[in-house]
């Protein structure tokens, strides 16, 4: 089952004759469409949807599979799918508007900005007696470089704290971004929900995005599927969260990402920030976080991979590169944009499976990147 919207054909043609884009052997159309269902049935995803853009354009989108496999329904270019961790590259765009606007510094410290210490609100409580939490700045939050794990109920103790200074290593974290979260809401009196609405959902159209379940979602709804096919009902998240609470479309997405890319909303410095290098990453594999943050892989420096407050950077064929995914268990979405070319590719899946054929794809789409799947995605690429 097929969903195809094509966009700007006229713009692929200017596309062609430039010869630092790999644009001129990736596939395209309907060639294209097929070859994503090949991949789909040879690794038996059940549904996944692609946007692409060329030039700042949205030239492509389409949706391939089920969104709900046991009654047949079909995945369509404006079935809601969840948005997973691609929320954080958009609340950190909405964070560099308040940049902008001289309402929050990345490199003060969060001290300044909360009417009381962290450790005193009840979800910051353990840490008690830790001093550490005055390093925490905005730009160590959005770049993973906290000392927290991932998410503190992942250990066996449940509880927050730093397993290194701030600011010493790179350790992808869910809980940095919610202490943001928290700095807006209680030190600049932001409802994070309405800010991400009004200064990126509805700046770029998004009509069918939102940070919160809304009730008009449930007719056309992506349900998710684990890697042996396991079938969870689509998770209806009624709370806020910066980290990961979207729920969104392909259409949607690929309005945000042409919005961003082109930096719609910001100044010209604060968009070069938002996707510029801000510490190095060596580490051998992203998850789990800390227990790979002191690791090295020499990969890493070859590539210049580097945490970007968009998610990840790196030098690629065509130059610069940044990336963001997103996962759970039934969820895999990753984007992949391309500087130099104005190009990126956007592609979420219902089902977790969709990331075993991400790489042909990518290349399918943009050709050769040296996007760093062996630090993302070991487990599925021989690692």
């Not at 950077?313 to 984007?335: A, C, E, I, M, P």
Request: hydrophobic share 40%; net charge negative.
């Amino acid at each position: 089952m097929r969903f195809v919207i094509l966009i700007a054909a006229v713009a692929l043609a200017s596309c062609v004759s430039d010869p630092l884009s790999a644009a001129n052997t990736a596939l395209r159309g309907e060639p294209l469409d097929a070859r994503i269902e090949a991949l789909m049935a040879r690794e038996q995803v059940v549904g996944m949807a692609v946007a692409v853009i060329e030039r700042g354009e949205i030239t492509h989108i389409g949706a391939y599979g089920y969104r709900n496999r046991e009654n047949a329904r079909p995945l369509e270019t404006d079935t809601i799918m969840y948005g997973a961790s691609l929320t954080k590259a958009a609340f950190a765009y909405m964070v560099m508007q308040l940049v902008d606007e001289g309402r929050l510094d990345l490199d003060r410290g969060i001290a300044d900005y909360l009417p009381r210490p962290l450790p005193d609100y009840e979800d910051y409580a353990d840490l008690a007696g830790d001093e550490r939490w005055r390093q925490l700045t905005p730009r160590i939050l959005l770049s993973h470089t906290s000392g927290f794990a991932n998410m503190r109920w992942l250990d066996d103790d449940r509880r927050l704290r730093f397993y290194f200074t701030p600011g010493e290593h790179y350790a992808y974290s869910n809980e940095g971004i919610w202490v943001l979260q928290t700095v807006l809401e209680e030190g600049l009196g932001l409802d994070v929900g309405a800010e991400m609405q009004t200064r990126v959902f509805d700046r770029f159209g998004m009509t069918r995005t939102s940070m919160q379940w809304r009730d008009d979602f449930a007719g056309n709804l992506a349900d998710g599927y684990a890697m042996d096919g396991t079938f969870q009902p689509h998770d209806r998240r009624d709370n806020v969260a910066a980290a990961g609470s979207m729920d969104t479309t392909i259409e949607d997405q690929a309005r945000m990402w042409s919005g961003m890319s082109a930096g719609d909303g910001l100044s010209t410095a604060a968009r070069a920030e938002w996707v510029s290098s801000q510490f190095p990453i060596r580490t051998v594999q992203k998850f789990p976080t800390i227990q790979f943050y002191n690791t090295t892989d020499p990969r890493g420096e070859a590539t210049n991979l580097s945490a970007s407050l968009v998610g990840e950077t790196w030098d690629g064929r065509n130059g610069r590169y940044f990336s963001k995914g997103g996962h759970n268990d039934w969820t895999g979405n990753l984007v992949i944009c391309e500087e130099a070319g104005e190009r990126c590719l956007i592609m979420l899946g219902n089902s977790v499976r969709a990331e075993t054929i991400f790489p042909e794809i990518a290349e399918l789409v943009l050709g050769e990147t040296q996007f760093p799947f062996w630090w993302i995605y070991p487990e599925l690429h021989g690692e």
